[in-house]
């Protein structure tokens, strides 16, 4: 999952053509100051049911009336009147304060407001004092909406509202945060359609829209940018997933628990390497694996359960080295469990449950002692415990001849199989001369 804050991106540790020395040395200045801060209040935690979280260790206090009226003028205020007409329009949004968080939140200092954190601006730009670098309220269980003013803060580097109670859309205003790089609104009450100024963002590498309300299609722009995670799960998007889905170079995508429908686009397996979560369980995708999935050399956890996808697993699945959590659970795949799928070298788990397996051979049965965790529940495989009745298994949904396959006996040659699939013709995507207009 995500990197630790830490660690710089991976965006920013590899070559992006987006990010000039500058903006490098600017986050890596950000980082050192956020993380001195971080120290006192937070704590992190990684995972699709609870996102990541920073913890707000602090007390309560009687919410008090924001005031947008720009500070007095002071030798000693750290920070322009901007920033502060910013932060005060906010919080004149903010409905619910239950533990006072804002209180803090008076007078013209913006650096000691609670949940704000400062720094030295960035080399070259006109600002002499400190500026409001980032955002921190993961857990404050507020309760508002964001607002157009925050575009003012110019050189907000994050912004973390895990877990609080904001709703409405994002605005537009966002895509003038020219060095915003992380964007974690997960766990909030944000409806509407995909919020598409998240996408004119121009530095973003990371994207949290996790647990909220946002629904209809995912644009094919989200997966053109430099976003290294893509975390929308717990939402209600639909569609098929964009053809131009393995052009991103994320290393997690995560599109769980949606209403996504269609099949895995056929040249999703053919990306460039870094890619190490696909998370696309819970959704209502059906079709084939394509054999290009195998050819993620790169993947670590691949989840594809409680969707209705069919036939036999290619055997290109043999090609997944890195690979440690393999669910294919509750489909209705058929025939019999590859031998080279049980030989993966990585794996640590294998879930195969609840679907139409016919047999498996005794490479499988050796991943018990390997101490991999091995569940094939739920299926057809007579003689073994704990399988479907006998009626279930004499027709097998979707067993199409699209979608069979014979199992290969032994492994295919990944790596010629990878060179071929890297040089096989790109979608053509053309960048439209303008976005359409937002709402």
Known sequence: MREQLSNPPKALRDSNPSFSPMQKTWWYLLLAFFQLFSLKTSAFSVGIGGGVGVWIDGRGTTTTTASTQAPPTSPSNPTSSVEYTALQAWKSAVTEDPSGILASWVGPDVCSYRGVFCSEPPEGTSSSSSVVAGIDLNHANLKGSLVKELSFLAFLSIIHLNSNRFSGTIPDSFREL???????????????????????????????????????????ELFVGGLDGIFLNNNQFEGQIPMILWNSPASVITLANNKFSGSIPASFGHVGPGIREVLFLNNELTGCIPEGMGFLSDVEVLDLSFNSFTGHLPSSLSCLSDIEVLNIAHNQFSGELPDLVCDLKSLLNLTVSYNFFSGFSQDCDKLFFRNVGFDFSGNCIPGRDMQRPPPECMGIPGGGLSCLRIPAAKAVACSRAMVQGSRMPAMPYTSPTSFPSLP
Do not use: A, C, K, M
Not at 180 to 199: I, R
């Open 178 to 220: 020219q060095y915003l790089t992380e964007l974690d609104l997960s766990n909030n009450q944000f409806s509407g359609p995909f919020p598409t100024s998240t996408l004119r963002i121009p530095n973003l590498i990371y994207l949290d829209l996790r647990f909220n309300s946002f629904s209809g299609e995912v644009p094919d």
